[in-house]
């Protein structure tokens, strides 16, 4: 606002006009630029459980702005859930409520929101059980399966000559008509390749699931409530895949404290610490291992929170006999 004894001029107006412009071009550059380096970022190399964050809908919150890798996730809404209710896709089913066909996955055949079998287990879909069966494939005949519908293999495709197959190359690799492909960064696709395929991952190659694979809200959400941590396999990758299983807390959990008592700084505060069961992990601090069956040879480390990040070691590292001789 002009002062009451300045006089405004055409070429003061016009000087305060390019400036403010100059700072409109600025705060756009910045923004387009921290958008830029988001979208090379390879969530490959960024540590912790991404996929089953996201699955969750947890939002990552980063150090500052552009920063490839999250340094924790936001998942408090799932402090607001009804453990009287199920929840897929962020959305409310009632006890005895069908679940609906935009939520709903090609295999997820009559799905209901069922009551929880004791006081202490919250309300899940429970589904009709499928069993795909697959016949014989004459030799040099393939078949492509259909992405939207459940146990679909598609009818027996045979080529005159091998090299009449088409080919799809995705991420650098080759594929062939009616093998599924992943897609890097884009794990929630199902993909196939065939024939007209021309790198953009859009249907009819490509299906985006109607609801998140990983998540354990769907069939047990007392992991979420109960604080469980996701187990993956040593040669997974927690970052684009589903963990095989959780880890629960039981009497013999401890924490082994790896970060400084000494240290001062936000690695210590209450927002930036995983949670197992009703204990707390600091960034850098581990579980103790072989506690019960679901720990032999996993490795917990609180890594991103507020999850801790559960590996099965190598047998190179751990000897599972050592607990079941009859392995």
């Given at each position: 606002m002009a002062k009451s004894n300045e006089v405004l001029t055409p070429c003061s107006i016009m000087s305060r006009?390019?400036?403010?412009?100059?700072?409109?071009?600025?705060?756009?550059?910045?923004?387009?630029v921290a958008t830029a380096d988001q979208e090379k970022c390879d969530k490959t190399k960024c540590p912790g459980p991404l996929r089953y964050y996201e699955s969750l809908r947890c939002k990552p919150v980063y150090e500052k702005e552009g920063d490839c890798c999250a340094k924790r996730y936001n998942c408090d809404h799932l402090k607001e859930r009804s453990k009287n209710k199920c929840y897929v896709n962020g959305k409310e089913y009632e006890i005895d409520e069908d679940l609906k066909a935009e939520d709903a996955n090609p295999c997820d055949i009559e799905c209901t929101c069922r009551r929880g079998w004791d006081d202490g287990v919250s309300?899940?879909?429970?589904?009709?059980g499928v069993d795909c069966?697959?016949?014989?494939?004459?030799?040099?005949?393939?078949k492509r399966a259909n992405l939207s519908r459940c146990c679909d293999e598609g009818k027996e495709i045979c080529p005159e000559k091998p090299e009449d197959r088409a080919t799809c190359v995705v991420d650098g690799k080759?594929?062939?008509?009616?093998?599924?492909f992943e897609v890097k960064n884009e794990p929630e696709l199902n993909c196939i390749?065939?024939?007209?395929?021309?790198?953009?991952?859009?249907?009819?190659?490509c299906v985006k699931s109607k609801r998140p694979f990983c998540s354990p809200e769907f069939r047990n959400p007392n992991d979420v409530y109960q604080n469980c941590a996701p187990v993956f396999y040593n040669d997974q990758l927690p970052q684009i895949d589903c963990h095989l299983s959780s880890r629960c807390q039981n009497s013999n959990d401890t924490v082994i404290h790896n970060h400084d008592d000494l240290k001062s700084g936000e690695d210590l505060d209450d927002e930036n610490v995983c949670l197992?069961?009703?204990?707390?992990?600091?960034?850098?601090?581990?579980?103790?291992?072989?506690?019960?069956?679901?720990?032999?040879?996993v490795k917990c480390i609180c890594e991103v929170p507020p999850v801790p990040t559960c590996q099965h070691l190598p047998n190179n590292e751990c000897d599972v006999t050592k607990y079941y001789p009859a392995f």
């Amino acid at each position: 606002m002009a002062k009451s004894n300045e006089v405004l001029t055409p070429c003061s107006i016009m000087s305060r006009y390019v400036f403010l412009v100059q700072i409109c071009v600025c705060v756009i550059f910045f923004v387009a630029v921290a958008t830029a380096d988001q979208e090379k970022c390879d969530k490959t190399k960024c540590p912790g459980p991404l996929r089953y964050y996201e699955s969750l809908r947890c939002k990552p919150v980063y150090e500052k702005e552009g920063d490839c890798c999250a340094k924790r996730y936001n998942c408090d809404h799932l402090k607001e859930r009804s453990k009287n209710k199920c929840y897929v896709n962020g959305k409310e089913y009632e006890i005895d409520e069908d679940l609906k066909a935009e939520d709903a996955n090609p295999c997820d055949i009559e799905c209901t929101c069922r009551r929880g079998w004791d006081d202490g287990v919250s309300p899940a879909f429970i589904c009709a059980g499928v069993d795909c069966a697959f016949g014989p494939i004459k030799p040099g005949c393939y078949k492509r399966a259909n992405l939207s519908r459940c146990c679909d293999e598609g009818k027996e495709i045979c080529p005159e000559k091998p090299e009449d197959r088409a080919t799809c190359v995705v991420d650098g690799k080759t594929y062939q008509d009616g093998e599924y492909f992943e897609v890097k960064n884009e794990p929630e696709l199902n993909c196939i390749c065939q024939p007209g395929y021309e790198g953009k991952n859009i249907e009819p190659f490509c299906v985006k699931s109607k609801r998140p694979f990983c998540s354990p809200e769907f069939r047990n959400p007392n992991d979420v409530y109960q604080n469980c941590a996701p187990v993956f396999y040593n040669d997974q990758l927690p970052q684009i895949d589903c963990h095989l299983s959780s880890r629960c807390q039981n009497s013999n959990d401890t924490v082994i404290h790896n970060h400084d008592d000494l240290k001062s700084g936000e690695d210590l505060d209450d927002e930036n610490v995983c949670l197992f069961g009703n204990m707390k992990m600091h960034i850098g601090d581990e579980l103790n291992r072989d506690t019960d069956y679901t720990s032999i040879c996993v490795k917990c480390i609180c890594e991103v929170p507020p999850v801790p990040t559960c590996q099965h070691l190598p047998n190179n590292e751990c000897d599972v006999t050592k607990y079941y001789p009859a392995f």
